[in-house]
DNA sequence: TTGTCGTCAATGCAGTTGCATGTAACACTC
DNA sequence: GAGTGTTACATGCAACTGCATTGACGACAA
């Protein structure tokens, strides 16, 4: 087990104090604007782009959450009405997970505030070039990782 | 307001699930050998730097956390003895925070592992140029977003 | 059809977080 | 040195999270 690159480390170190700056500072407009944290975003964007309907085990592959944090999250969205769980007819355990109307309208409300944090926060940071490149680099760990490299 | 680039919100993307993914996966491995979760070795981490010691708030700037985040996490770090609290001479308001020795030693017992999950979830995902690109685009966020741009 | 095992989802509980507020001490003015 | 405001840190409470387990169903073999 030989040790990291310094270069390694940098950007790890460099990854999570991004992330927790970005993160929070974008969570913070939403909150401000009076709206719910990015989680809701994520998950109804997904259900919005399967218009059939999704079941939970696949939202959490796509959200990277554990089975617990989706089902809890599904719970919240669908008390605030903005999903409808629905017996699975082809697997008596699945539920069809579909986006409600008042769903809709919230991702509809929420992309303007949403959009111009990112575009603030990390936009006005980066040149087109850095942010294709940077966006490029963490794909590579996406990819490395989803195979547990 | 304008809207990000296209590029502007893969980026974005990009960070969202890198972190997502890697964070987990090295919490895991910390976990997995028994250690106590990323956030204590950084605290202890900021705390060996300044050999005599930091005030709380201090550490907040650090570490980017909340303030009651920081004063929880302290506790927790006193209780188990990896940290002293100490009044401050200068300022009787703040608390003066010192690695103890077991506090090193633990640093010392998680550095083998956290460095090698560094290395297994990121190294070896990215060449040397890679990484620092990705360190350099990760740190323009860090200090634009510093300034709240 | 019964038994065994794997999968989908929900949940009790203990620990943690976020928010709002509380307490104490400093700083500055008059 | 009393009044006003600010800073450092702690904490009650409600919401959320992680872990372990449960419950319900499906798949497959004998």
Redesign the interface.
């Given at each position: 087990?030989?040790?990291?690159?310094k270069?390694?480390?940098?950007?790890?170190?460099?990854?999570?104090?991004?992330?927790?700056?970005?993160?929070?500072?974008v969570e913070a407009d939403l909150k401000a604007a009076g709206f719910p944290p990015?989680a809701w975003y994520d998950a109804l964007l997904e259900l919005r782009r399967a218009p059939a309907g999704l079941r939970a085990v696949d939202l959490e592959e796509h959200m990277?959450?554990a089975q617990y944090s989706i089902s809890r999250l599904v719970e919240r969205l669908e008390r605030a009405g903005y999903l409808e769980r629905r017996p699975d007819p082809r697997d008596g355990r699945g539920r069809i997970l579909v986006l409600t109307e008042a769903g809709g309208e919230l991702l509809a409300a929420m992309w303007?505030v949403y959009?111009?944090s990112?575009?603030?926060?990390?936009?006005?940071?980066?040149t087109?070039k850095?942010?294709?490149?940077?966006?490029e680099?963490?794909?590579?760990?996406?990819h490395?990782?989803?195979e547990q490299?």
């Open positions: 087990m030989g040790y990291p690159s270069a390694t480390t940098a950007a790890w170190v460099a990854l999570l104090r991004a992330h927790r700056l970005l993160f929070g500072q990015l990277l959450l303007p959009a111009a990112i575009r603030k926060h990390l936009g006005s940071a980066l087109k850095d942010a294709e490149a940077l966006a680099l963490l794909n590579k760990l996406l490395h990782g989803g490299g």
